[in-house]
């Protein structure tokens, strides 16, 4: 498909010409180092933190599906980072209440370390921590070189379909957000959190992986084929995390600026971004719910101090060696947070988990759009295997 692009308006320049920009050349070097090999190796860091909390659990699970012969009875609290939801709803539950929930209390604190790291350094989770975002990433570049080899140009969506589908992961979110925060006070949370299917929400995640339905392992391929041609097709329309964050990332006031004065409009940055923003026609800073804070447009600036993170409140540029402490500051700050205050570890019983696993395929989600009906089983199910917890004896 040809389409003219508006020279008398390069900021809009259209977006899926974006990716077939070609960059001038030559141009001076800059001798700052870049931070792309810190970020890769946080993303490499944490992809193995997480396949080592895969493996933990593993075990764990393997400890009540064999009565205790085999694996190990200890739970990685790192597991809470991938139970996003239930997160989020304790920290409502803290701010309405002041209690901090022990179902999950690693996430409690893991989802304020990524709210924090939104805050400081935009949507910076999902390029530098999130293992999805480093799966997408690396899908996405392998979809690209096959596609730059066969049809020498990148694989994009025209601009008519790329919005619309961007919409999807905010109505998602919207929905979330009216489920949870319009319809929910704090005794709805406490008897969501309290709730066996809560408490046990890890184990069936597990197994909803381990067991997979055949529906679920298309739905999975579809999105990785998609994903190979269409750049983080997960991550860029449908992830709601992704969303969230992208909204709160507009409030950082680290953002990235173009120096006009400066700059040489050779595109290299354009080219660079992997969310497909017109970097070099930004008027002053990168303003964007899609920027993932991975800096590969400063990596690729040719230039000194031309493009840049600019602190927006002190107009201090950030400099590129301080980025990965930030990152890494921010976040462990949190976890760190939780370990010292003895709210790492859930306070689930041995008990309480051999009940709720044995029964895992009838504790349902104890609220949500079933039927009255529906929901009445699921309560009553829920506390059908509270009151199944042998009662510990008094000391
Ligand atoms: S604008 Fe820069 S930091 Fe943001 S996503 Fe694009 S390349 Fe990454
Ligand atoms: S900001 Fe840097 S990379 Fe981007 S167009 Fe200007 S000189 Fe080129």
Redesign the pocket.
Known sequence: MTEKIDTKKETIIIDHKIDQIKPKKPIRKEREGKVQPSRLWSQFAFALISIWIGVEFYYFTQYFETGGSAGSFYRPPGVDAFLPISSMMSVYYFALTGDLHQAHPAGFFIFLGILSLSFVLGKSFCSWVCPVGTISEAIGDFGEAIWLKIFKRKPTLPRWLDYPLRSIKYLLLGFLFIAVFFSMGAVALKAFLDSPYNIISDVKMYYFFADISQFALIVIAVLFLLSVFIRSFWCRYLCPYGAFLGVVSLFSPLK?KRNTEKCTSCHLCTI????R?N?ENVKKY?ISDE????????DACPLRDTLYVENIITKKKVKKKAITPLVFGTFFLFVGLGIVTGNWQNKVTKEEYEVYIEMKNSLGHPTGVQSKRELEIMEQRNREAKERVPVKPQK
């Open positions: 990235i660079a971004c992997p969310s923003i970097v990168v920027c993932t804070s991975c800096l590969k447009c400063v």
